[in-house]
């Protein structure tokens, strides 16, 4: 397959996160799991060192309480910058004292609040998806943060997505409240929590929020499985840069292209087998280094599917590599495989988790009786991720 060269009718518009010129304008978002250090330096070694790649989310009350699994997490990479870090909480205060923290220990360069995750286990006690629609919590929230950043000059952004479900849409008032409290971008990604990860993405619900959101970037999130896809959304939105999930599972490479193709160059071809072997052995290799190879090797069989999605490897041998325990045995996978197979174009699609719809959204008795109420949900500092 020859390289393709797919531009848009004119440049992007430069991307700048506070003090951070993002070139190309992509963000790979932050997934619980997956974008640790390993994984981020992998997607930076295809991409661009000046786009943004952010680590998995980070609970502010464990930073306030310096867990050290928590610590662990937030390590950055030598050569990364600006190091990106994204934190969940729901109380103002709790999140204000870990930016204080994060910027008083020069641990972070850019900070990201998460408003996306739809899981039950956190709306049902107000967090994530559920806590914009508390309006007045949400300014406190982003006064708290800002202030607390501020004065190291580090820009405070934030993710969320289009609403609670289709009768409650919030992400217009989350934009311009953000807006209006000093943050630094924003980012949709354009489903309600009550579709999960299920269906398609509302792209027209980003071309809104940039109509609303004047003054600071507003980025795309949803459905870019393909640079033409990233091409596309902004495009069709008018929206400053795209973040980047399920996409680049199994595919960091993923990156190279989204490079090329918002530069205006040709997209390189898809990996063969062979290369696609070379790239899951340095990813082992990377956590490894990371994290030492019993947890390595436990982290790195989840991607397994991603990598050789699409290609003719045969039942047996996926199974082996669903069940790897050492670096060794992943080498010795590969050199199993034919390095001669091109990449399947039907492998460009959706991955990653989909599932169905949520049929309600699981919220705090009474949360929507009031969204100016600013009193902070009870227990809601809660260790997940995702949105």
């Known amino acids: ?21 993002v070139d190309p304008p992509v963000v790979l978002a932050p997934m619980a799991g997956i974008t640790n250090q390993a994984f981020r ?15 998995e989310m980070i609970t502010a009350r464990a930073v306030v309480e310096r867990n050290e699994k928590t610590l662990h997490m937030m390590s950055f990479d030598a050569d990364e910058h600006p190091r990106s870090m994204q934190l969940y909480g729901v109380d103002p205060k709790t999140l204000g004292e870990a930016v204080r923290i994060i910027v008083g220990e020069g641990w972070a360069d850019h900070i990201d609040l998460n408003l996306g995750c739809p899981v039950r286990k956190v709306t049902r006690l ?26 190291a000059g580090v820009p405070v952004t934030f993710k969320f997505r289009i609403g609670i479900d289709d009768d409650h849409h919030t992400y217009l008032d989350t934009g311009r409240i953000a807006e209006a409290e000093g943050a630094a971008a924003v980012a949709l990604h354009a489903r309600t929590a009550a ?13 809104r929020l940039k109509e609303a959101v004047t003054t600071i970037p507003v980025l795309g999130n949803g459905d870019i499985f393909t640079a033409e896809d990233a091409l596309r959304m902004m495009r069709e939105t008018g929206c400053d840069g795209v973040v980047v999930g399920r996409g680049c599972l199994g595919r960091p ?23 696609v072997g070379e790239i899951l052995v340095r990813h082992a290799a990377l956590l490894t280094e990371h994290d030492g190879e019993d947890k390595a090797m436990r982290d790195i069989r989840k991607h397994m599917a991603w990598y050789l999605m699409g290609f003719p490897v045969g039942s047996q041998l996926r199974r082996s590599f669903a069940t790897v325990s050492r670096l060794a045995q992943i080498e010795d996978l590969v050199g199993q495989l034919d390095p001669t197979v091109p990449f399947p174009t039907d492998a460009l699609g959706p991955r990653g988790r989909q599932g169905s719809p949520q049929t309600k959204v699981v919220l705090p008795e009474g949360w929507l009786d009031d969204p100016e109420d600013d009193t902070v949900p009870a227990a809601a500092d809660v260790m997940h991720s995702g949105g």
């Not at 330096?41 to 680590?55: M, Q």
């Not at 994530?128 to 007045?136: D, F, M, T, V």
């Not at 490479?253 to 290369?275: H, K, V, Y």
């Open 253 to 275: 490479w993923l990156f190279a292209e989204l490079s090329a193709a918002l530069r205006g160059e040709p997209i390189p071809d898809g990996p063969t087998l062979g290369r």
């Open 1 to 21: 397959m020859a390289c393709v060269t797919i531009t848009m009718p004119q440049a992007p518009t430069a991307l700048r996160i506070g003090p951070y010129a």
């Open 126 to 151: 107000g967090g994530g998806s559920a806590l914009p629609y508390k309006r007045r919590l949400f300014a406190n929230i982003v006064r708290e943060m800002v202030a607390a950043a501020e004065p």
């Open 195 to 207: 579709q999960l990860y299920s269906g398609a993405a509302d792209w027209s619900a980003i071309a």
């Open 41 to 55: 330096k992998l997607c930076r070694e295809f991409g661009s060192a000046t786009s943004i790649y952010v680590c």
